[in-house]
């Protein structure tokens, strides 16, 4: 089960971290990643983060204002959100992948399981 937590109001330029909590002992055996929906929009990938934190993938939308990060032992991932932009404004998910292999260009299908998800809206 995954939960995320962290999202709100706020202003164009300013921060949130979102957080998703993991229940069961395997976390740290998953690929983390975000993704996030705007209303009439699909579900974009946001970021990724390999299971060792070897690896990172952003999209290009949000390199250099977002950093994904993971804590094994608090089964917890987060996304850091800086110099948010009204186009930021979705409801966030995070997600868990089984598979080790890291992709370029992730996709929803790319992932086994997803949280319910926490708004953020960015108000200009």
């Known amino acids: 089960q995954l939960v995320e937590s962290g999202g709100g109001l706020v202003q164009a330029g300013d921060s949130l971290r979102l957080s998703c909590g993991a229940s069961g002992r395997t976390f740290s055996s998953y690929t983390m990643g975000w993704f996030r929906q705007a209303p009439g929009k699909e579900r974009e990938f946001v970021a990724a983060?390999?299971?060792?934190?070897?690896?990172?993938n952003y999209a290009d939308s949000v390199k250099g204002r977002f950093t994904i990060s993971r804590d094994n032992a608090k089964n917890t991932v987060y996304l850091q959100m800086n110099s948010l932009k009204p186009e930021d404004t979705a409801v966030y998910c995070c997600?868990?992948?089984?598979?080790?292999?890291?992709?370029?260009?992730?996709?929803?299908?790319?992932?086994?399981?997803w949280g319910q998800g926490t708004q953020v809206t960015v108000s200009s």
């Open positions: 997600a868990a992948r089984s598979s080790q292999i890291w992709i370029s260009h992730f996709r929803t299908d790319h992932f086994d399981y």
């Open positions: 983060i390999s299971r060792s934190i070897g690896n990172l």
